[in-house]
């Protein structure tokens, strides 16, 4: 069955300081996977995906994700980070068979001033 | 362009109530709808999906039910609430297609006491 990982339930940054959020899934295929942030008391906004083709793909707010077949793994990165991203970060894969989104369970990002 | 509409943003309801939380969608035909829970501190639970009106599909047996009466429109309903259904709910929308993204909307903070 299709699974998602993220390791951190918190992760602690310094504001300028880079930061590197980790996903790993359990998929049999080529997956489908998108990172998503959610701030305090709002849904969640897609920052970026990966479908195919180059395996470093950006997204908004300079975020950018690396696909990494051999490790199943899809971290998300970001070279300097800003108080303002402060917020929850979800990892997904797309469940072909249904069209469903599998979750992970999110990783909370602290920036210390 | 598409948006997605839920309301209300917050919601105080006694125990045994009635719930109805809805959700809309402009901008697009015959989406893929969700219903997503998140209880304090946890990652997002799919409660309900609809591929088209009228067809509903549970994930979990709950204290909840879902209904599309149109294309658009998906609602959230309850006859009696408990105490456990407090939690963040989510609305999301999907193009009808596999591997695709979701659209969230803003949320309702729902608290029963």
């Known amino acids: 069955a299709q699974s998602v990982t993220q390791p951190d339930i918190h992760i602690t940054v310094s504001e300028g300081a880079s930061l590197e959020l980790r996903c790993n899934y359990s998929?049999?295929?080529?997956?489908?996977l998108f990172w998503y942030v959610q701030s305090p008391g709002q849904g969640l906004q897609l920052l970026l995906k990966y479908f195919s083709g180059d395996t470093l793909v950006q997204g908004i707010k300079g975020f950018e994700a690396e696909f990494k077949r051999s490790q199943s793994s899809f971290n998300l990165r970001k070279p300097s980070v800003h108080w303002s991203d402060a917020a929850e970060y979800f990892c997904a894969v797309a469940a072909y068979s249904n069209y469903q989104l599998i979750w992970g369970a999110g990783t909370k990002l602290i920036i210390k001033p | 362009s598409q948006t997605i509409h839920q309301w209300p943003a917050t919601l105080v309801q006694p125990v045994g109530s009635p719930l109805s939380l809805e959700c809309t969608v402009e901008g697009t035909s015959n989406p893929n709808l969700y219903w997503y829970r998140q209880a304090a501190g946890r990652g997002l639970q799919l409660l309900f999906y609809s591929v088209g009106i009228g067809q509903i599909s549970s994930e979990v047996p709950q204290n909840l039910s879902a209904s599309r009466p149109q294309d658009r429109q998906f609602i959230l309903s309850s006859k009696k609430l408990l105490l456990s259904d407090s939690g963040f709910y989510l609305c999301?929308?999907?193009?009808?297609?596999?591997?695709?993204?979701?659209?969230f909307g803003q949320g309702t903070r729902l608290t029963v006491v």
């Open positions: 999301a929308w999907s193009y009808n297609t596999a591997n695709t993204e979701a659209f």
């Open positions: 998929y049999g295929a080529t997956p489908y």
